[in-house]
């Protein structure tokens, strides 16, 4: 499959902890960007990376980082969890890093924090 | 602030008839909207975007800048268009973009 990958597919973790979520773009994809979806709210825009550059950042918690890395696989940290991190995160990735709103994404990784 | 709002978390429809789901926005500049479809176990992925002008398993949806609107419609209804329906808007700014999504409508498509 190249379509953009992402793992864990699940994960059960207690407040405190830190977690790190992967994702791998479409084969040829330079730009990765990570977004969460919680119960109540939409997908919200965390941050954009484009060939191991950070683009664009949106309400990305500071206990939250990212980084791309030369392979083009990217990487979220979610640290000091909290009840409210709850969410399904999802990776997408574009060919370039404006790429006329065409994303392609992943299948999400849900995370439960208890 | 750029803002998508999709006002009905649920729509309901029979086969046949016709469905509209409704998108508005808030953006000062030139807006750039789409439209994206998760069907049941699938990936959220593109289904329109409003510089195409092109028509995607019947949908269509016109820009409105002056009611700041981007309504998806379709004349008839079928029952594999049951799935959630996000609008976006694109705001791209020094080389990077970032996509803003609605809250998303749940379509159901009664047989």
């Known amino acids: 499959d190249s379509g953009v990958t992402q793992t864990p597919k699940h994960l059960i973790t207690a407040t405190g902890q830190r977690v790190t979520l992967r994702c791998s773009p479409r084969?040829?994809?330079?730009?990765v960007y990570w977004y969460q979806q919680s119960l109540d709210q939409g997908l919200q825009f965390l941050i954009q990376y484009y060939n191991g550059e950070e683009r664009a950042k949106g309400n990305i918690l500071e206990r939250f980082s990212a980084q791309q890395f030369p392979d083009l696989h990217s990487e979220l940290n979610l640290s000091s969890l909290e009840l409210g991190d709850s969410a399904l995160y999802f990776c997408?990735?574009?060919?370039?890093?404006?790429?006329?709103?065409?994303?392609?994404f992943g299948e999400g990784s849900r995370l439960t924090v208890l | 602030a750029q803002r998508v709002t999709q006002p009905e978390k649920l729509l309901s429809v029979f086969k046949g008839a016709p469905v509209e789901l409704k998108c508005n926005y808030s953006y000062s500049g030139s807006p750039e909207l789409f439209w994206y479809v998760q069907y049941s176990r699938q990936r959220l992925q593109l289904l329109l975007r409003?510089?195409s002008r092109e028509s995607i398993k019947g949908f269509t949806a016109d820009l409105n800048k002056g009611e700041t609107s981007f309504h998806l419609k379709k004349p008839f209804a079928q029952e594999e268009d049951s799935a959630m329906y996000y609008c976006a808007l694109s705001l791209v700014s020094k080389g990077a973009q970032k996509l803003v999504f609605g809250q998303g409508t749940r379509l159901t498509i009664n047989p």
């Open positions: 409003h510089i």
């Open positions: 997408a990735s574009s060919v370039g890093p404006t790429n006329t709103g065409e994303l392609f």
């Open positions: 084969s040829g994809d330079l730009s």
